[in-house]
């Protein structure tokens, strides 16, 4: 049977990448009681890296995209923290974005937008979360957007 959110998910039109495997010496997520805490996803879409630099590269709309796909592989790590259950989540907690952008660019909630109304799509009113969006003068391998996030679980 298939679950709330994965039908919601199937409405919207969007289909989850696999989880990302870390690029490093961390994991992808860990859970610490109800609280899962998911490492930054980088933005990445089905053609492979979004790269660029709000404010040079890219406008607020393509940034707004790449944080997007930075959502959906939040998702993705998350139903692989829930086995595959996403019903099992119970809130969004709070998200962390990071801004590959110049020093005059002042938007970077407008382009953390992009997952955060992700959220909001998939998950309702339990995908309203506390935020900070940030700019950063360079981000790996040179990505537009890279986000982290805190979700609890029922």
């Given amino acids: 049977m298939t679950g709330k959110i994965e039908a919601r998910l199937a409405e919207l039109g969007l289909t989850l990448p696999e989880a990302p ?7 992808p997520f860990v859970q610490v009681g109800k609280l899962v805490f998911v490492s930054g996803q980088i933005s990445q879409g089905p053609d492979g890296l979004i790269k660029g630099k709000l404010g040079a590269d890219l406008d607020v709309e393509a940034g707004a995209m790449a944080a997007r796909a930075c959502g959906l592989a939040l ?11 996403l019903d099992r989540v119970a809130r969004v907690v709070k998200l962390t974005g990071f801004v590959n952008s110049t020093p005059d660019f002042t938007d970077q909630p407008k382009v953390i937008n992009g997952c955060s109304d992700l959220m909001v799509e998939v998950f309702g009113e339990s995908g309203r979360h506390a935020r900070a969006a940030v700019s950063a003068p360079a981000l790996p391998l040179g990505v537009a957007v890279e986000i982290e996030a805190i979700f609890e679980l029922h």
């Fill in 21 to 27: 495997a870390p690029a490093a010496n961390y994991v």
């Fill in 75 to 85: 998702i993705a790590q998350l139903r692989a923290a829930c086995d595959g259950d």
